[in-house]
């Protein structure tokens, strides 16, 4: 895992690591680089398997944006924690699972929801070929989440279905209120998902 400003990786796999860490963490932090999660609300460093913010520290990590002060401030800490942005978990051993982006992140009535993971978990899926989740505004919850399901060809496949899928593969929190049916995402030149786009196509359809 790693960043341009991180000089680029911080973490890396091994050779000699298990096929489960190999398939579904992206190693460890390198020699002389620390790596901690910390709750992107209370800014309190978590225990294992706590999911929150990464933040890097260490000879690797740049010493700022050039020309860019304030910019800098809001990323680099005064000793020297760099704020990735990105939301993971270390478990005992030190190894790094990313799941997401902070910007990303669904505030479901207090409660952190990340997209990733239930975008992982509808991939699962044996009708669907792709999935993408985002949050909306809810009255109630302040948020909740909504899933843009892309189905295998000729498949059919309900909303409700999808519903009670979800509702046997997580808790009742991160089942999306909303499903949607797409042939295509909302995508840049290199073929990334444009979450910001596809949230506003979401937002305009249910009229919200």
């Known amino acids: 895992m790693g960043m341009t400003e991180t000089s680029p990786l911080y973490t890396l796999g091994s050779p000699d690591d298990s096929e489960e860490k190999r398939h579904h963490s ?3 932090p390198l020699p002389h680089t ?15 398997q706590t999911p929150g913010e990464i933040q890097v520290r260490g000879y690797l990590v740049m010493s700022g944006y050039y020309k ?3 910019q800098t401030k809001e990323v680099l800490s005064p000793d020297g924690w760099f704020r990735t942005g990105d939301i993971g978990m270390m478990d005992e051993e030190g190894y790094l699972n990313v799941i997401g982006r902070i910007k990303d992140m669904i505030i479901r009535g207090g409660e952190n929801i990340y997209p990733k993971e239930i975008e992982n978990i509808l991939l699962q899926h044996p009708q669907i070929n792709d999935a993408q989740v985002v949050g909306v505004p809810d009255e109630y919850f302040g948020e909740v989440a909504a899933a843009c399901i892309k189905k295998n060809k000729d498949e059919s496949l309900t909303e409700d279905e999808i519903i009670q899928y979800c509702k046997s593969k997580m808790s009742h929190q991160k089942v999306p209120k ?3 049916f797409t042939d295509e995402f909302p995508l840049t030149a290199s073929g990334k998902v444009i979450k910001m786009a596809l949230k ?3 937002i305009e359809e249910l009229g919200i």
């Open 26 to 28: 992206t190693g460890r």
């Open 34 to 48: 620390e790596v901690r999660i910390v709750d992107p609300v209370t800014d309190e460093v978590t225990d294992c």
């Open 68 to 70: 860019m002060e304030s």
């Open 178 to 180: 909303y499903i949607f």
């Open 200 to 202: 506003k196509q979401v």
